[in-house]
């Protein structure tokens, strides 16, 4: 297993584009949002890091299979969707693919709600 959580925190933070869709760089969290009068709001969570038997060589892990899943919360009245094009541009750019995209409204919260899943299959090496 490799940490890849300070590395992709890093670009995250560094993209000019996502914290102007987010507004502000606190806005990107590791768990449910605090306060939802506080919106919009980036969670973040490693879903999967794991192994094949295709990822060894010479009895080492060579290589890894990352999936990390992300959660964009706004108030009812605003968009996921910039929010999500600036975290694709970061995504892509990291090499990683898209595998899920759903739209989740909670009309009872008053909150837009969408869920994105990316995964990779990587190195240590790669983590520049």
Not at 93 to 120: A, C, M, W
Request: hydrophobic share 40%; aromatic share 10%; glycine share 2%.
């Amino acid at each position: 297993m490799i940490n890849i959580k300070p590395w992709l925190i890093s670009k995250l933070d560094a993209d000019a584009g996502l914290l102007a869709a987010l507004g502000a760089p606190e806005r990107i969290v590791f768990s449910h949002p605090a306060d939802f009068e506080k919106l919009s709001v980036l969670t973040c969570q490693e879903l999967d890091n794991y192994n094949t038997q295709d990822d060894y060589d010479d009895d080492a892990a060579e290589w890894h299979r990352i999936v990390w899943q992300f959660d964009i919360w706004t108030r009812n009245d605003v968009s996921t969707s910039a929010i999500a094009l600036a975290l694709a541009s970061v995504m892509e750019g990291l090499l990683f693919n898209r595998d899920y995209s759903q739209d989740i409204p909670d009309p009872e919260s008053k909150t837009q709600h969408r869920v994105l899943r990316y995964s990779r299959r990587m190195r240590a090496a790669d983590l520049t």
